[in-house]
């Protein structure tokens, strides 16, 4: 069974940086590409970037060229480095992979960005 726990969030002023951090059970990060979505309250959940297994990214036009997205296969963890951030990034945070399954959702890690 896998198990996907994000952490790293917070409460942040615009402009500021977080770091967020996808650790999993289970030997998927070798098998999937891997994504990291957000929801905001009163939205859908849409996905802000991924990474295959062979490194290569993609990203959102809203994130593209504030975030980062990684992967250490070994340590089967992934990360998303968040630069510049704006009010409107300001959701749940979660990692699965991408395409997402369902039963990868984990709780997410809340950040939110205001002065």
């Known amino acids: 069974q896998v198990q996907l726990v994000e952490s790293g969030g917070g409460l942040v002023q615009p402009g500021g940086s977080l770091r967020l951090s996808c650790a999993a059970s289970g030997s998927i990060f070798s098998i999937y590409a891997m994504g990291w979505y957000r929801q905001a309250p009163g939205k859908q959940r849409e996905r802000v970037a991924y990474?295959?297994?062979?490194?290569?990214?993609n990203y959102a036009d809203s994130v593209k060229g504030r975030f980062t997205v990684s992967r250490d296969n070994a340590k089967n963890t992934v990360h998303l480095q968040m630069n510049s951030l704006k009010p409107e990034d300001t959701a749940v945070y979660y990692c699965?992979?991408?395409?997402?399954?369902?039963?990868?959702w984990g709780q997410g890690t809340q950040v939110t960005v205001s002065s």
């Open positions: 990474i295959t297994t062979g490194g290569y990214t």
């Open positions: 699965n992979a991408s395409p997402p399954r369902s039963a990868y």
